[in-house]
Every structure is written in structure tokens, then in C-alpha cells.
């Protein structure tokens, strides 16, 4: 190009100016349209407010408006410009939206009430335009930053592409359908029927779709039997307290308590040749997490997908939540909780009992109200154990306290710490307790025997239970008993069946 000649004007040279910024999406006219329906038709409200959500308004003024005509709605008093300008007016905001003129001018567009929603629908549309545009600006501008982390930023997107997703969900008719299905597919589509992850289907420990919660003292081996149903779910045994364990694809450990003696306790139970699976399908989170999930919910939900873990494990609760007595922060992190299985993650948790309770006898039964924290953290557990016992002593109690299926236990174990396993006494095996019982034993011999004292009521009901499983499995007979009378009656008897002691013998 000869010296001297300037550029065409349809080449714009790189020294220009940097473009003006883009205008963000809106629609000022279906702003109108709406508030408009809205102060001739009060009911109006009732439809377009799911539709909207929050912030959906782009004209600060027009927002201001529809929080007043809300405020006005909820106490089911006029919207008509008229009682707006005196609510604007006591809250000091008339002038600021333009006073009681532009109120009117609102009121006079004549769009209809009809197509409010269809309105409703666009003003929705524009406001999520405007949040991506805001959401990659701020990717453009963190990318630019000196010693930007590929990683971090790619993580920060990811986290607000799954709440831009959700709130999307939260807004228009998804709001009131996402989560609804039909009564068959309810019944038979989602997984009700599924293989339990730890137990059988009579006896089921841990169920899929629902937390397990693993409550005791410190010192009573909650970590030592967690770990074991882990490293079952790592496929690196088959079954825990003689029971299967499901495998898992990969699993997520939170060692928010105390990450070294986790560490140490693991180790009793690892192998060389265990070092392939322990790298490829154990992720082991180390202090504190980022957030507590009573203030994050989505949080759980996140490090699963991060870490593509199709299992948790919380250890413990105290440290994922800001204070366990207060009974919304529970709710909170219930929410937290369900969003993690509703994702098709499954949670492990390890929980404290209340101080006052720690030293209560072996032999003495547990409750949930023993549990540390709000009511609300065990109501919302799928299953919950509980473990009894002095701290360090090998042989401790199992109290399934909240079961999906049939209750497993009352179980009497030992923990070998050396090794890091927990073996079920055989001598509380009803199974065993019936074949050694030449003259049989009613249900109230069976749980006099497994709960060391007198039972009550419930208590022999179950051992009713256990003895019922054992004839309807070949093990045992029964001999019905007689009614009182005069001479008094006889309880019902079983026997352990002639397969059984031969099988045995």
C-alpha cells in the first residue's frame, strides 16, 4: 500500500476504539404489559409470579413496582395505581419509579390480561440472558486475570451453569412439574425395588436412594465398621457383619474429623496390592469443606460430580454443618442431602450420640432421641445404626434404630483393632441359639437371650420374627402353642429342623 494512503473504511484498523459494551437482552414492553394485567387483575399475580421468579424485571423502577404490587397482594388489598402511589409513596419510592403518572400510564396499556403470562414468559427468558451474559463476562475478565487457574475458573463455571439450570427449573411451569411423575412409574421406575447396598431384602442395612447414618461414642469402632462397608463397596471384600455390600464405582471420603487418624485407621485394613483400586475409585476430601451445606446445598452435589464419585461418606456431621440443634439449619442440610441422592449418590455419615447418654449400660437399649443434634437430622435418614459400648473395648452392641426393611440385631460384635474388622458373636446368632436348644425355644426365650435381661413386649415380637424368617427358610419348624385356661396355655415353640442339624452336623 503506497505511504501515506488510509485504510478503507470497511477495514477497521486494530488501533480503533474497542467497541461500545452490549446492550443486556430486555423487553421493556412486556414489563409494562405485566404490571399493567397486573394492577387491573390482582389474581394476575398469582400466575406470572412463578413464572418470573426473582429478579426478572430489568428496569430497577419496574422491579420496585412489582414487589409493591406483591406486598399489596399478600395482605389482599387493591392493586390499582391509585393504592400503589400511596404504598410508594409512605415507603418513600414514588418519585423514583417516575410518581403517580407513569403509574397510570401503566395501568392504561391495553394488552389484556390474557396474555400476562405469555409476558411473563419473555420478561423470564430476557432476565436468563442477562444472568449467561453476566456469567461469561465474568469468566472473560477472571481468564484474564495474571496466574489465572484453568482449572478453578473452569470449576467456577460449572458450579454456576448447574444453579443457573436449577433456578431455570425453580421458574415458569418446572417449578410446579419437576419433580412429578405418574403413580406406575413412581411405583416401579424409581428404584424402590433396587438390591440393597449393604444387607438383604429381608434385612436391609443401607437401601439405595436413602442415607445411612453410623451413630456412637468416640471409641466404639463407628470409623473401624464405615471403613469396612467402604472398602466392601471398593470391591475389596464381599460382605461386612456377614452381610453383601453392593459395589460402587467410586467413592468420595469428607475427612473433615481429624483426616490423620482416619488415615491410620484405614491403614490397618490396606494392602499393597489394594495401592491400583485405592488410586483409581478413592477420593479423600482432607478438612474442612469449602462451605457448610446448610448454607450451601448444592455443595454435596457438586463434589460428587467433581469428583465422579457415585458414593459419599461424611465423616462427620458435626463438620458439614454450622450447629446440629437448630432444627431449620437441619431441614437445610436434609435439602443438601436429598439433592446429593436425588443425583443417584449415595451417603455414608458418621454422627456422635449426646454426651449425657455415652455412658449408659451395654445391655440398654438406644433411641433416636439419644442421637446429638435436631430431631430433623435422624428423620431424615434412610437407616441408622447405632453402636453401644465402653470406648476401646473390642466387643460392642449394633442397635438398628431405623430401618428400611426387617431390623437386623440387636448384633454383639468385636472389633479386632489390629486388623480393622468387626466379626459378629456367634452366640447371638438366632440361627445358632435355636439349633443348640434340644427342647426349642419360644420367642420370649429368643430375645430374653439377645437383649441379656427381661424383655418387653417388642422385643420378643421381633425375635417372633427372627424365629418366622428362620421356618420360612428351612431352618426351623414350629409347633403352635395352646390357648389359656383353667390349667393355663402353652407359647408357640420352634425347633431347629432336621436339615438344619444335619447341615450342621
Avoid at 413496582?65 to 419510592?93: C, F, K, N, Y
Amino acid at each position: 500500500m503506497p505511504q501515506g494512503t488510509t485504510l478503507p473504511p470497511q477495514m477497521p484498523s486494530r488501533f480503533d476504539e474497542a467497541p461500545a459494551p452490549m446492550e443486556p437482552p430486555f423487553n421493556v414492553d412486556a414489563e409494562r404489559a405485566v404490571l399493567g394485567a397486573c394492577m387491573h387483575k390482582s389474581d394476575i399475580i398469582d400466575a406470572v409470579r412463578p413464572i418470573l421468579g426473582e429478579d426478572a424485571f430489568y428496569r430497577p423502577a419496574h422491579e420496585t413496582i412489582w414487589r409493591a404490587l406483591l406486598a399489596q397482594h399478600r395482605e389482599d388489598r387493591p392493586t390499582d395505581p391509585i393504592v400503589l402511589s400511596e404504598l410508594l409513596q409512605q415507603q418513600g419510592d414514588l418519585q423514583r419509579v417516575g410518581g403517580r403518572p407513569y403509574l397510570h400510564q401503566l395501568a392504561d396499556v391495553h394488552y389484556g390480561t390474557g396474555g400476562a403470562e405469555h409476558h411473563a414468559e419473555i420478561i423470564r427468558e430476557k432476565a436468563n440472558l442477562r444472568r449467561l451474559l453476566a456469567s461469561a463476562i465474568h469468566t472473560v475478565q477472571r481468564a484474564q486475570e495474571p496466574g489465572a487457574d484453568p482449572e478453578a475458573i473452569r470449576s467456577e463455571v460449572e458450579a454456576e451453569m448447574r444453579a443457573e439450570r436449577e433456578r431455570a427449573l425453580a421458574s415458569g411451569q418446572g417449578r410446579l412439574n419437576r419433580f412429578a411423575t405418574d403413580g406406575w412409574s413412581f411405583v416401579k421406575e424409581t428404584g424402590a425395588d433396587a438390591e440393597p447396598l449393604w444387607g438383604t431384602r429381608d434385612k436391609t442395612v443401607w437401601a439405595p436412594g436413602e442415607s445411612l447414618m453410623i451413630v456412637g461414642a468416640p471409641g466404639v469402632g463407628k470409623t473401624t465398621l464405615a471403613h469396612q462397608v467402604i472398602f466392601a463397596r471398593l470391591g475389596l471384600q464381599e460382605t461386612v457383619l456377614e452381610m453383601p455390600v453392593a459395589a460402587s464405582r467410586r467413592v468420595l471420603y469428607l475427612a473433615m474429623d481429624r483426616p490423620k487418624q482416619i488415615a491410620k485407621a484405614m491403614a490397618r485394613r490396606v494392602f499393597d496390592t489394594d495401592e491400583a483400586i485405592l488410586r483409581e475409585r478413592l477420593v479423600v476430601w482432607e478438612g474442612p469443606l469449602p462451605a457448610t451445606l446448610d448454607k450451601e446445598p448444592d455443595l454435596l452435589a457438586d463434589l460428587a460430580a467433581a469428583h465422579q464419585a457415585d458414593t459419599i461418606v461424611i465423616d462427620s456431621l458435626k463438620d458439614a454443618v454450622s450447629t446440629m440443634v437448630d432444627d431449620s439449619l437441619a431441614v437445610a442440610f436434609h435439602n443438601a442431602r436429598m439433592r446429593a441422592l436425588r443425583g443417584g449418590v449415595e451417603i455414608l455419615e458418621l454422627h456422635h450420640q449426646r454426651k449425657a447418654t455415652a455412658d449408659a449400660p451395654r445391655g440398654q437399649r438406644p433411641s433416636l432421641d439419644q442421637v446429638y443434634g435436631s430431631t430433623w437430622i435422624t428423620a431424615g435418614a434412610g437407616s441408622v445404626l447405632f453402636v453401644t459400648g465402653r470406648a476401646g473395648d473390642p466387643a460392642v452392641t449394633l442397635h438398628h434404630l431405623k430401618t428400611p426393611t426387617g431390623e437386623v440385631g440387636p448384633l454383639d460384635v468385636t472389633h479386632n483393632h489390629k486388623r480393622g474388622t468387626t466379626t459378629v458373636d456367634p452366640t447371638k446368632d438366632p440361627a445358632v441359639l435355636l439349633r443348640n436348644a434340644p427342647g426349642g425355644m419360644t420367642a420370649r426365650d429368643l430375645a430374653a437371650i439377645l437383649i441379656g435381661g427381661d424383655p418387653e413386649r417388642a422385643d420378643v415380637e421381633k425375635a417372633r420374627r427372627h424365629l418366622a424368617r428362620l421356618v420360612d427358610s428351612g431352618l426351623a419348624t414350629r409347633a403352635d402353642g395352646v390357648a389359656g385356661g383353667a390349667g393355663g396355655g402353652q407359647q408357640t415353640r420352634y425347633y431347629a429342623s432336621s436339615r438344619h442339624l444335619t447341615a450342621v452336623g
